[in-house]
């Protein structure tokens, strides 16, 4: 089993900064490919960004490449997801998700999901 719990959304303004923290436990998370997922009213869960279980490997959708950055510490057994330069469109619950396999974009290949965050970015 695998806990996630995240934290550190809010309403930002177009062009600040705002970074996410998913807090994990479990005895196989530091093994485990972690991901960044949003949602809107209305619409699927969509694909955010993801890292390998030792940070080698990172995938971005095309909407936030060059702007978000996914990172993991697993001393502190926490993934970041930095937000630069966010733009209304940004705003959304964001998920933390777990998985066993690879850093992938599909939702249904992730087994832990954390209660959400939302973000809200004003211009």
């Known amino acids: 089993q695998v806990q996630l719990v995240e934290s550190g959304g809010g309403l930002v303004q177009t062009g600040a900064s705002l970074r996410l923290s998913c807090a994990a436990s479990?005895?196989?998370?530091?093994?485990?490919?972690m991901a960044w997922f949003r949602q809107t009213p209305g619409k699927e869960r969509e694909f955010v960004a993801a890292?390998?279980?030792?940070?080698?490997?990172?995938n971005y959708a095309d909407s936030v490449k060059g702007r978000f950055t996914i990172s993991r510490d697993n001393a502190k057994n926490t993934v970041y997801l930095q937000m630069n330069s966010p733009k209304p469109e940004d705003t959304a619950v964001y998920y933390c998700?777990?998985?066993?396999?690879?850093?992938?974009?599909?939702?249904?290949?992730?087994?832990?999901w954390g209660q959400g965050t939302q973000v809200t970015v004003s211009s």
């Open positions: 998700a777990s998985t066993q396999g690879g850093p992938g974009a599909y939702s249904r290949t992730y087994n832990y």
């Open positions: 479990g005895r196989t998370w530091g093994r485990n490919a």
């Open positions: 890292i390998s279980w030792n940070g080698g490997s990172t």
